[in-house]
DNA sequence: GGAAAAAGGTTGATCCGTCAACAAAAAATG
DNA sequence: CATTTTTTGTTGACGGATCAACCTTTTTCC
């Protein structure tokens, strides 16, 4: 009924769909609505939640201080996630003997299980993502992430 | 100084960097902030603002429901920004006799001397960013991004 | 033509991400 | 060693995005 109308609209001008940073932040927001509702469903984690799973998962024990260096996450937002999953007995917070302002964070039992629920559909996910993409696809897609980046860059 | 820290980071895993999801997600963030910046300093109009503008200019009057169905924003912040737009004098808002739940909105002419006073600056930075790429790449970015896509309608 | 379904819009709640201000501790510098 | 600078973490504020509930009007369908 509205396919006529929503026809038309494309004819004589493209003003977002075609345009590179629109396609990109749709195609952003449906990849995280997407990642959003696995962990929902396998493990209740957040996404934030779940980045710092993986953080504490690759380096071990770690201070916050590293998680922002590594994943460019906002130290505000990194803080205030740490202490949801203190509270919710995820994560556990040891001080650090040599820097007294900070402290290391490692995964509780249960944090780990809900970390190992979380892991499969995720990673399944993620080969699924880069299975689409044929080998040529995919280093050219990293090649114009590259170049965007350096673009930016050159920007300030 | 941390050099070394970080280097060590990425030998043995890779959690973030290399995901793929992980590299839009930053990068979309970067061009948001850039966008919002050239925005700001040229008009100070915001992206939701901007994007409203551009069909507005595209389509002539038109009502919300399909900038909704054109641009895939919720009807909700639609909605809240068409207000604030209205007060503060950037576009006019007309009922519309065909269908009493909804209206046409227009831009005033205030609303079109921002609109053009931000579009070189937009147009240059779009421009600037498919100048980046060789046409090679571009054309291989779309086609990454229609198979994303087509992999998220997948699944469902 | 009347009941049910769909579409348009508004509003409120909530979450996420970013930014700025701040306090405490450590590192750098002279 | 004292002072300045940097790093670390916490907190508050704000805008953006999403979701759900709701009301009104239009469309569909019998």
Redesign the pocket.
Known sequence: ??AEADGKLGVYNIPLREMLTYRLSRLN?RLN?QAAKILKESSGL???QWRVMVMIDAYGPI???QI?RASLM????L??T??AMAAQGLIRINDSES?????LISLTDRGRTLFERARPAMQARQSQLAGTLGGDDRAAFHRVLDRLEQALDAAE
């Open positions: 009924m509205r927001a609505a957040s996404q934030a201070p916050p201080a922002v906002d130290k505000g937002q803080s205030r740490i202490k820097d007294h302002r900070s402290h």
